[in-house]
């Protein structure tokens, strides 16, 4: 079957799905023809969506933070210039000439590539498992957000004694590691399922399926309000966030360039693996987006224009955050030096405490005491007198819960717990939190139902049941989640299932069109679709600078997974605290069973196309009609597979 073009801009009817009597005229062994994007904007808010996820708000702020601010900023936008956009700018437009998922993108450019868009899609299943769970919690957070106060604002007593375990930490981390997950101690203590967030899974992955119900028809309408409605809830949170005490400080601290740390390669890996996962390269979702556009839709600008309000997210989120955590540390400081002045005041006259180290504002109104000059003070006497005392470090508290699930579920729930009005931002976040993972869920969903059609006729004729049903198998598999251990697999399953192996893939990707296809070939191709000719430099990006980076990302990631062992981050419910923890011998194989599931696509594709060439030679002919372009008035990408079959390429690489 010869793949349907997609109808032109000024083509009415380019963006309606066909009816029953055009798909009668197909015959009942066709899937129905390719949908595609009613307006630019839906095209926007859908790759938008996809690619501004949770990691805009709680991943890259930590990252920004942890590594030289200003200058950790300069080094994202340098690479996402250099490494990032182009590498967007090839899917995108991969998927808008083939009009095919990553599978048929591939297995297009060349048959023995098909494993890679295979492995795009293990990798995009085992992300939505895990990334679902985030939103049962997030469901689960903005549940309990309409009472007032709100149930992590104090901690919970029995009888008329405060809970140890959270007098000991604090009432938010306090509700989220016992409430909420319940947790256990550490990864080999399975415990029982949690039936609140099992309940929040169903319907979280309730909102996916209908969203995802009849293709981007219906995500797209979704989209409309997912999409748009976190940027009105993080300027309304920047608005309200400026105007607080310590918001100034925080965005200072965040912002202040340290140039040095240009020199460390791990922060180098960072910001790569940060642009990386930001674009969502590899996932196969960016290519199942552009496979909707009309061939002459400018992907070039798409690439950049995707990439910027990426970016400007990210900074966005980042402001809100740090004015946000600037203005819970400041409290923190101010309580931490009024718990001191008490202590001092009982000093005061004391006949063995030498009165001359005492500090001038002693007696003061511990508001009317500047954190500067009770830090001067600390550190020239604050050791020479008798008493615990703390030096109420403003650092210190900003460093405190800053990351991924400790920045949204305690730090910032904290944070928020101090407003006035504290219900109504906390629903507002969580609403946000949810709305920005949905949006991603879509486009993983998407990443792994599109190429599965186009790839089965089978699928595609049934793609509402397969929707369902992946849903119904991801939240069965999910329910792992839901255990009180279940957020050590979570962190299991953020930081090896899919870092690894989409580095990998996206190293295949890059090759295989510089290298294998032709970069100029490809550039030769992208001009027949947009009309003009992209500037040479994206070749020499591709062969060299692209792929070079990629390697060296595998390469330091491969490194230090091999000379660190696998830590995760646990709680100890004794001392109500966390503290990293080894992971013992069988979920060490679990990680690494994970990465080589996910990897294992691309040489089983390989050999099975190898197999297949050396039983059937001329059957490449045959598939190289099958995933060739029809369309009259454009000049079609050139197969790989038949110049292969012209120029003996194939026994070359076998």
Excluded at 7 to 29: C, F, H, I, N, Y
Excluded at 366 to 376: G, I, N, Q, R
Excluded at 456 to 466: C, P, V
Aim: aromatic residues 14%; proline residues 5%.
């Amino acid at each position: 079957m010869e793949k349907q073009p997609l109808p032109a801009d000024d083509d009415k009817t380019g963006g309606v799905e066909p009816d029953a009597g055009e798909e009668l005229q197909r015959g009942p062994s066709e899937p129905p023809a390719r949908a595609g994007w009613n307006s630019k904007i839906e095209y926007f808010l859908a790759q938008v969506g996809f690619s501004v996820g949770l990691g805009n708000v709680w991943r890259f702020p930590y990252l920004c933070h942890q590594n030289g601010g200003g200058a950790f900023l300069l080094l994202y936008v340098l690479l996402m210039l250099v490494v990032g956009i182009p590498l967007f700018f090839l899917e995108l437009a991969a998927g808008q000439a083939i009009r095919q998922g990553s599978i048929g993108v591939w297995k297009y450019i060349s048959p023995r590539l098909a494993g890679i868009g295979y492995s795009s899609c293990v990798v995009c299943f085992f992300v939505a498992l895990y990334y679902n769970v985030i939103l049962a919690w997030s469901l689960f957070y903005l549940g309990n957000s309409f009472q007032y106060p709100l149930p992590w604002e104090h901690c919970p007593t029995q009888g008329n004694i405060t809970v140890k375990e959270c007098e000991k930490s604090s009432p938010t981390s306090y509700f989220w590691f016992r409430k909420a997950l319940d947790i256990t101690d550490s990864i080999d203590e399975v415990g029982s399922f949690n039936p609140y967030i099992v309940c929040c899974l169903l319907a979280a992955w309730t909102f996916v399926c209908l969203g995802m119900f009849k293709g981007i028809k219906s995500s797209v309408k979704v989209m409309y309000f997912s999409s748009i409605f976190p940027y009105v809830v993080l300027i309304c949170f920047l608005i309200r966030g400026l105007l607080l005490d310590g918001a100034l400080e925080g965005i200072t601290y965040m912002f202040y360039p340290k140039l040095e740390i240009w020199a460390n390669v791990q922060v180098w890996r960072q910001a790569a693996t940060q642009v990386f996962f930001a674009l969502g390269l590899g996932f196969g979702s960016v290519i199942a987006y552009s496979s909707y556009n009309p061939k002459n839709n400018n992907c070039h600008r798409d690439a950049f224009t995707v990439s910027f309000i990426n970016f400007l997210t990210s900074v966005l989120a980042t402001l809100v955050v740090f004015a946000v955590l600037g203005f819970r540390a400041k409290n923190k400081v101010i309580s931490c030096i009024a718990s001191n002045l008490k202590v001092l005041s009982e000093l005061y006259n004391c006949s063995y405490v030498d009165q001359s180290l005492m500090p001038v504002f002693c007696d003061s109104d511990p508001k009317s005491v500047t954190v500067e000059d009770y830090t001067a003070w600390f550190q020239q006497s604050g050791h020479k007198i008798p008493g615990n005392f703390t030096e109420c470090d403003l650092k210190k508290e900003m460093q405190t819960g800053v990351e991924g699930t400790g920045l949204a579920f305690i730090a910032f729930t904290e944070a928020i717990s101090l407003l006035p009005g504290s219900p109504f931002w906390s629903a507002l976040f969580f609403l946000m939190l949810l709305n920005l993972g949905l949006s991603t869920m879509f486009g993983t969903m998407e990443g792994i139902l599109a190429p599965l059609s186009d790839r089965f006729k089978t699928l595609a004729r049934n793609k509402t049941k397969l929707t369902i049903v992946s849903c119904i198998i991801g939240f069965l598999i999910g329910l792992l989640f839901t255990q009180r251990c279940g957020n050590y697999f979570v962190t299991m399953f953020d930081d090896y299932s899919a870092t690894l192996p989409l580095i990998i893939v996206v190293v295949f990707e890059t090759f295989s069109v510089s290298w294998l296809y032709g970069a100029d070939r490809f550039l030769d191709d992208i001009e027949a679709m947009l009309g003009w000719r992209p500037s040479v430099i994206y070749k020499y990006l591709w062969k060299y600078v692209c792929l070079l980076a990629m390697l060296g990302l595998l390469g330091a990631t491969t490194i230090r997974m091999i000379i660190q062992r696998p830590t995760y981050m646990a709680w100890n419910q004794k001392t109500a605290s966390d503290g990293y923890l080894l992971y013992p011998g069988w979920a060490l194989a679990v990680l690494a069973l994970l990465i080589i599931f996910a990897m294992m696509p691309v040489p089983v594709g390989l050999i099975h196309s190898v197999l297949l060439d050396r039983r059937r030679p001329a059957s490449r002919d045959t598939e190289a009609g099958q995933y060739s372009i029809v369309n009259t008035d454009e000049t079609p990408m050139t197969d790989m597979s038949e110049l292969d079959h012209r120029n003996g390429f194939a026994a070359s690489v076998s």
